[in-house]
């Protein structure tokens, strides 16, 4: 029952003054008994203060805090508070608090400069109690204990929690009050002193304890762990010896992801960021192996002084200490490495860099802006293996039209050996379940000249690609605002820089390019690759020679219209310039992609859909084709993981955006590709058909010709009305295909033709004599009467030889002067250019027709 106020000011204050001096204050306090006996009480023996009033270090202490829970309010995401429930920051609470965090820091600094340090009692709970409840459950303080004692073991012998507990919860409530905490802290001796030698003056939080935002650091790092594990390549992991994921441990993952998803929405929710030190140390530490070497601390900080450097003065924003002395402070114990707790406790002890990371820092997703995330350097690996493999299979002769250098045998050697490697390191980072960023992949997939810009025009192709896949599930930003948030220095184009810096900024792009990249292949799905343009442009080209070369009376007959001058105009300009860009993608090494080769391959009559029954041949020739390399998948399946919408077709975006899915059968079509042609090497062209088509005619045509008396001498077997019947109806039919094909612009193969031609007996097989006398024809044919040189000099009969009968056999199969004949292209060419299209045969080759006729004037002669 202390005494009035007014009654102690009157007691005190003896000179009326309206302040108590010291020499009052000692002299009259003993006079106002009630007051000194409540102060005697009250005092703390062991330090010599009052332990309900604060002190100076307390003050400091609660201004700390308070200017954290001030600054936590301003940075809370709203979107996560509305849908907690929580109110939303209004403009006048914005400029409140502002005020008022200025008040606090101006008063922080004064402490400061006077010496003053935070007190632990204070520092603690605030940095525990996040929820900002006022009370510690056992649960926090168990946290706490475990910390210090995991920190100071063999230095302090810090309490263990039930003792602590039974000194701080005086009212026995199961929780600890602030003032609890405050009033009784002192009295657990080892935990306190633990705590005094934890605290860090400048920020006044516990180093060995998480603060709210070391916390979210670790849950983000450990969602981001969680994904890649879900994620990560099961086939990857296994060649690598790693464990596979089990049904079980999906579970338990996809659980673990969500509790902690909604803990790091909560956390944002009350305007907690990320830490820095955390965030940097797991984006640098992939493999997990809790350590950073010197190397990794050099990358990341190369490029972060590059991105803190002012643009045009090139001088540090944010001057950051130099390498050695960094690594000096971080490496305490010398041992060449930066374990974690190393780098958590030490890294503030580098203001600048510490300020640098924290600028450089993307709240939001937990990592640097200027430090390549693991799925960011995926995304560079494959495209660099993409560029190299490009380089790699570049058409020298292209190279060469186009003024570009030669690629030498030490230039190959290197190129091979740098691929190795880095299909290695995808490999690695794909069985850790890194995917690729959207940033690097999309762009490399875009800039396929290598300007590393990417225009206004090349933007709207890709959101022009990536409407028409999602339409219906992504809202994009329109075109002008993607362009005004991505072109910062506003050029007109978009550096890779601008992209990288600036993509996340466009929620609604980057969320569908994520959506649609491929982890696999590093690209959009919905966008053409290069790969993609240049099969597109074969077919195209394909598509176009065919309407020129279309025999207008087929056409005439079929209905279909005459093509007139001013088309083939068209088409003649349309041609050159598609061919000089076939021209260009060949000489960059770009390969036509499988899968709009395939199609174009099979849809003949150009329904830009594929039946079943088309499917089935497919996989019948490359089953016969691969037979013990790959098992392609039966028709049922590949058809249910291609036709998406079930409409018993395959549309091409049906076939192109699902192909890979079916493992096997892409590996074989993959494997199968003629990267000159476009075409599967194992399944007929149209031109191929007709060529066989037309090989057919011929064989019926003699069938029924055939003179039966002679074949009933020569013991084969005589044609019966009824096998009449049959052929006169085959021929009628084929014939009639003849004729579409001949409509469409299609023209025989040579490749088949010429092996009809020459394989009378229908072996199956050509002899070396053969050859030699078709080539023989050939070369005559093609020689210039005046010269006697070849217009198209082919390759000598050795090398043609070698080249055809793969196996060394003696003869040449059907399979092998198909496959092989386009290795011998001058050969190849000079066939195109003897072959007769109408009859599908050479005119240099005598016929049998010829041969017989031939023979039978010898015979006369």
């Known amino acids: 029952d202390i005494e009035p106020l007014d009654d102690i000011m009157n007691i005190m204050d003896e000179d009326r003054s309206g302040d108590i001096s010291e020499h009052e204050w000692m002299l009259n306090l003993e006079k106002c008994p009630k007051l000194y006996k409540a102060l005697e009480a009250d005092v703390d023996p062991d330090y010599g203060v009052l332990s309900c009033f604060r002190t100076p270090e307390d003050q400091l202490a609660k201004c700390m805090g308070n200017i954290q829970r001030l600054k936590r309010e301003l940075d809370a995401n709203q979107d996560e508070r509305k849908a907690l429930g929580l109110p939303e920051l209004t403009e006048e609470r914005t400029s409140a608090i502002q005020t008022e965090m200025q008040s606090r820091k101006a008063l922080c600094k004064k402490f400061r ?47 263990d929690t039930d003792t602590i507990m039974k000194i701080l919860d005086k009212d026995g409530s199961g929780d600890i009050s602030e003032h609890e905490w405050v009033l009784n802290l002192k009295e657990c001796g080892q935990f306190y002193k633990a705590i005094q030698a934890d605290i860090d003056p400048d920020y006044g939080v516990l180093n060995s304890f998480r603060t709210p935002e070391d916390q979210l650091a670790k849950c983000m790092g450990n969602i981001e762990r969680l994904r890649r594990e879900l994620q990560a390549n099961q086939e990857e992991r296994k060649s690598l010896g790693l464990p596979v994921l089990t049904e079980e441990r999906k579970a338990q993952v996809e659980k673990e992801m969500a509790q902690r998803k909604k803990q790091c929405k909560n956390y ?41 450097s002012d643009s045009k003065t090139r001088k540090d924003k944010f001057p950051i200490e130099d390498d050695d002395k960094i690594m000096a402070v971080l490496d305490a114990d010398k041992s060449g490495d930066i374990d974690e707790m190393e780098w958590v406790q030490n890294v503030k002890k580098l203001p600048k860099l510490y300020r640098a990371m924290e600028a450089d820092l993307d709240k939001d997703y937990g990592v640097l802006f200027s430090f390549r995330t693991p799925e960011d350097q995926l995304a560079k690996c494959m495209g660099n293996i993409q560029r190299l493999k490009r380089e790699l299979n570049a058409d020298p002769k292209e190279r060469e039209a186009l003024g570009l250098p030669a690629i030498s045998e030490e230039r190959k050697a290197k190129i091979e050996a740098e691929l190795r490697s880095r299909k290695d390191h ?85 969320k569908a390019l994520s959506d649609d990249i491929d982890p696999d292949y590093g690209v959009l799905n919905c966008f053409r690759t290069p790969e993609d343009q240049l099969a597109k442009c074969m077919g195209n080209i394909q598509r176009l020679k065919r309407e020129l070369d279309a025999n207008q009376d087929e056409r005439k007959a ?101 192909l890979k899915e079916c493992g096997q059968f892409y590996k074989a079509i993959q494997a199968d590709i003629d990267p000159d042609y476009g075409v599967l090497n194992s399944f007929r062209t149209p031109e191929d058909q007709l060529a066989k088509c037309m090989g057919n005619i011929e064989r ?153 006729a031939k023979c039978m004037g010898n015979i006369q002669r």
């Not at 006077?114 to 603690?124: D, E, F, I, M, R």
């Not at 299609?746 to 229908?762: H, L, R, T, W």
Request: with cysteine.
């Open 426 to 510: 995808c490999k690695k980072w794909r069985a850790l379940g890194v995917t690729p960023s959207p940033g690097y992949c999309v762009f490399n997939q875009v800039d396929v000249d290598h300007s590393k810009r990417l225009s206004r025009e090349k933007m709207e192709r890709v959101i022009k690609a990536v409407m028409a896949a999602y339409a219906s599930k992504h809202e994009l930003e329109d075109l002008d605002t993607i362009m005004n948030t991505l072109d910062e220095d506003r050029s007109g184009d978009i550096s890779e820089h601008e992209w990288m810096v600036n993509l996340e900024k466009c929620p609604k792009l980057y």
């Open 700 to 852: 019926l045509r003699r069938e029924l010709q055939a003179n039966q008396e002679e074949r009933k001498s020569l013991g084969l077997p005589v044609l019966t009305e009824e096998r009449k019947a049959q052929v006169e109806k085959e021929m009628a039919q084929r014939k009639k295909q003849c004729k579409n094909y001949r409509a469409l612009g299609i023209e025989p193969a040579p490749s088949y033709c010429v092996f009809n031609q020459m394989d009378v007996e229908k072996k199956r097989k050509l002899s070396r004599a053969a050859l030699k006398t078709m080539l023989k024809g050939l070369r005559k044919a093609i020689s210039d009467s005046k010269t006697r040189k070849d217009k198209f000099p082919i390759e000598d009969d050795d090398k043609i030889m070698a080249v055809l009968d793969a196996d060394k056999s003696g003869d040449i199969d059907e399979m092998e002067w198909v496959q092989n004949v386009k290795k011998l292209p001058k050969l190849y060419r000079a066939m195109e250019a003897d072959l007769d299209k109408d009859y599908g045969v050479l005119f240099s080759f005598r016929t049998p027709e010829d041969q017989l």
């Open 113 to 159: 400069a006077q010496g003053v340090t935070p007190s632990p009692g204070y520092c603690t709970f605030n940095q525990i109690d996040v929820d900002k409840k006022r009370v510690l459950s056992k649960a926090k303080l168990e946290r706490v204990v475990h910390a210090l004692r995991g920190a100071f073991a063999g230095k302090f012998e810090v309490e």
């Open 268 to 308: 944002r929710a009350l305007g907690i960021e990320p830490a820095p030190s955390y965030c940097v140390f797991n984006q640098m530490d992939v493999e997990k192996k809790r350590k950073l070497s010197r190397a990794a601390l050099k990358t990341m900080l190369k490029g972060l002084r590059k991105a803190i």
């Open 558 to 658: 079929l209905g279909l219209p005459e093509l007139t001058e001013e088309r083939t105009s068209a088409i003649q300009t349309e041609m050159q310039s598609r061919k000089a860009l076939c021209k260009k993608f060949r000489a960059q090494g770009v390969t036509p992609s499988p899968g709009y080769c395939t199609f174009n391959q099979i849809d003949v009559d150009k329904k830009r859909v594929l039946s079943k029954a088309k499917l089935e041949r497919v996989v019948h020739a490359l089953r016969g084709a691969f037979a013990g390399k790959f098992e392609v998948e039966d028709t049922d399946t590949i058809m249910k993981i291609l036709d998406k919408d079930g409409s018993g077709d395959i549309s091409e975006h049906e076939w192109v955006l699902n």
